[in-house]
Structures are given as structure tokens and as C-alpha cells.
């Protein structure tokens, strides 16, 4: 009786997909969201940067157009925001400078968990986010 070799199973090859993190800042009324802009990098070092210079271009700009820099990053800004009081952009500065707001954001991205900060101009009734997460921008 002739039979056959049983099959050889081999195990399926899984390939591991690289982590991919994203950001975004948003603009928000209470009722309404807009989104002025957002990325999608290799780390979360990546994210911390880019929302970081995004903070700091928001405050330095307060709805002026913005400064000429000497190196051009590979990702895009965000739109600018003109802001009515002075407190918004000052948190933004203090949250993007303040090195323990910084580790906060650093180890919330590393535990798995978004990144937020939101800012309020009360003037207007307007909060600005700034969020940073594991995933794509389809994954928050």
C-alpha cells in the first residue's frame, strides 16, 4: 500500500509591522472640531517633537504669519490660530518648555496611552488640543 508523507505544516510567518504613531491638534467650539493639521511618524520621540514645535509655533505666532527658520522639517505645520487673550498661548509655551510636562507625554505615549493637552482661549469659547498616540490617525 502506497501512502503518502504526511504534509509538513509549517508555521505561518508573522511580520511584525513597525509601530507607527500619530498627532493631531484640533480646534473645537463645544459643538464643532476642526482639525489644522496632523502626522503620522515612526516613534513616539517623533510625535513629542513635532507636537512640541507645533505648540511653540502656535504661541510665538498668536495669528502672525510665521518666522522664516534656518531648517525646514520633513513634516508639515498646522494651520495658525489667532488667539483673544494671552493665557492660551502661554500655556502652550509653558506645556512645549516645561520639562515635566514633557516626561508626562513621553511616558503616557510609552505606556500605550494618548498624549493630550488642551488649551482654552475663554474670550471666544474656544479649546485647542494637541493629541499624540500609538496607531494611525484612523486608530484614536
Known sequence: ?????AARRTPPV???RAAVYAAEVTL????RFASLGG?????????????????????????????AESVTPPTR??????????????ELRRWAT??????HAIRALEA??????????????LSLTLA???GHPADR
Open 14 to 16: 508573522r511580520v511584525a
Open 39 to 67: 502626522v503620522v511618524v515612526r516613534n513616539r520621540r517623533l510625535v513629542l517633537l513635532w507636537l512640541r514645535r507645533q505648540a511653540l509655533r502656535l504661541a510665538r505666532g498668536h495669528g502672525l504669519p510665521p518666522v
Open 1 to 5: 500500500m502506497n501512502v503518502a508523507p
Open 112 to 125: 500605550g496611552f494618548p498624549a493630550l493637552f488642551t488649551v482654552l482661549d475663554p474670550a471666544v469659547g
Open 28 to 31: 473645537s467650539d463645544g459643538e
Open 77 to 90: 505645520d498646522v494651520l495658525p490660530v489667532r488667539f483673544h487673550g494671552a493665557d492660551a498661548p502661554e
Open 132 to 134: 499624540g498616540w500609538r
Open 98 to 103: 516645561d520639562g515635566a510636562h514633557q516626561d
